[in-house]
């Protein structure tokens, strides 16, 4: 049973654009699912589905001549005469990929539809190659919406700008607290136990590292990177301190920098930047960052209710526009602002006090709008929870 997914809307309307569609996210968030979802949607018998994991099949595009390799599709079925499908899983094990798709998409029409784990990879090796002739799609971890239909739940969550009653809260709560704990790798949310749900998240980074940052980077010190990703894990949240980090890690801040870069090119982190008036001060200030998956984080390191939260609120707004965060010398902070417009602040238990200094803050930086993100139940003015923002 393949179980609905928002990027399905998203990728329909491209089905018989003569572009390629190209998915791309972190390991085991069911990149490979989507791809055999559309290779039922698609109506003919014309089309070939190939895993670039298995090394027979790469061999497939390793000709010189890209009429050899129209050949060896043949083999496989495919009518050049007629429109013909290709879906490939796991370009990026393919670095001459590009080029074999631009050619078969300008000569033979041929609509291609791919994934790759890494967008680190995919971002350097399609964006001049397949220029005018792809659309990119980015796959997450499941959104709360995604968790309740993959969980089987009949809860139908309420409009985001109708109130919350506590009968509702007290309803949906657990299983968001659930969604808090574990994450939304679909291959855990599925899991119904906790220590099944624990060696699932074990086996989601052990993919991860071995075959992300192992075989796709070209690092000399993988103990080192290893190192890193526990330490980031242990921070999330926190301002991206890169003198401090590279003192820790006994490496030059040229090298930190490589590996940052790396591990947000592979979706396993993600920076985001202080809101500031002049956009170009946002680039000299120190970014925060958040891990993939919250679940990852609650697994691997010792964090706090209050850093879980925090981080399961960015998973669901990183889909819907641009993040920055915002502070001010005097303490005041926000840690979410959504398309410079739409501020969100994270707390367990919010206080009266926390609305007044939000409410002042959005004020001073004219806002539109402003909320508090709530993990208890509240009934205070402009309150919102994880599963109602």
């Not at 399609?126 to 995604?146: A, H, Q, V, W």
């Not at 968790?147 to 509702?168: A, E, M, R, Y």
């Not at 000399?220 to 980090?245: A, F």
């Amino acid at each position: 049973m393949i179980h609905p997914r928002k990027i399905f809307n998203k990728i329909t309307p491209y089905l018989n654009a003569p572009e390629a569609i190209i998915i791309t996210g972190m390991r085991r968030t069911g990149k490979t699912t989507v791809l055999n979802y559309f290779f039922d949607q698609i109506d003919s018998k014309n089309k070939v589905f190939l895993d670039l994991e298995n090394p027979i099949n790469r061999q497939l595009f390793s000709a010189p001549n890209y009429e050899q390799i129209k050949s060896s599709i043949e083999i496989l079925g495919i009518d050049f005469t007629k429109r013909a499908y290709l879906f490939i899983d796991e370009i990026q094990f393919v670095k001459a990929l590009p080029s074999v798709v631009k050619y078969f998409i300008d000569h033979y029409r041929m609509k291609f539809f791919l994934t790759g784990s890494a967008s680190f990879y995919l971002k350097n090796l399609f964006t001049e190659s397949l220029s005018g002739r792809k659309y990119l799609f980015e796959l997450f971890p499941l959104d709360f919406t995604e968790f309740l239909d993959f969980k089987g739940s009949s809860i139908k969550l309420s409009p985001k700008n109708q109130k919350i009653t506590k009968t509702q809260f007290e309803m949906i709560s657990p299983l968001f607290n659930e969604f808090v704990l574990y994450g939304g790798f679909p291959g855990v949310v599925l899991k119904t136990s906790t220590d099944e749900k624990k060696k699932a998240l074990e086996e989601v980074f052990t993919s991860f590292f071995q075959l992300e940052v192992l075989q796709l980077a070209d690092f000399r010190r993988n103990e080192v990177i290893h190192r890193l990703i526990l330490l980031l894990m242990q921070r999330i949240g926190s301002k991206l301190n890169i003198h401090k980090l590279s003192k820790e890690l006994g490496i030059t801040r040229p090298t930190l920098y490589d590996y940052i870069t790396f591990l947000e090119g592979i979706y396993f982190i993600k920076t985001i930047r202080p809101y500031t008036r002049g956009r170009n001060s946002e680039m000299r200030k120190m970014p925060k960052f958040y891990l993939c998956d919250v679940g990852l984080a609650n697994h691997f390191a010792q964090l706090s209710m209050g850093h879980l939260f925090e981080n399961s609120v960015f998973q669901i707004l990183r889909t819907r526009g641009d993040l920055n965060f915002y502070e001010k010398k005097n303490g005041i902070e926000i840690d979410f602002v959504l398309d410079r417009k739409v501020a969100y602040e994270v707390k367990i238990t919010p206080s009266q006090s926390d609305y007044r200094k939000l409410k002042k803050a959005v004020h001073e930086l004219q806002f539109e709008e402003f909320y508090i993100v709530s993990q208890t139940y509240s009934e205070i003015d402009k309150v919102r929870y994880g599963f109602s923002i």
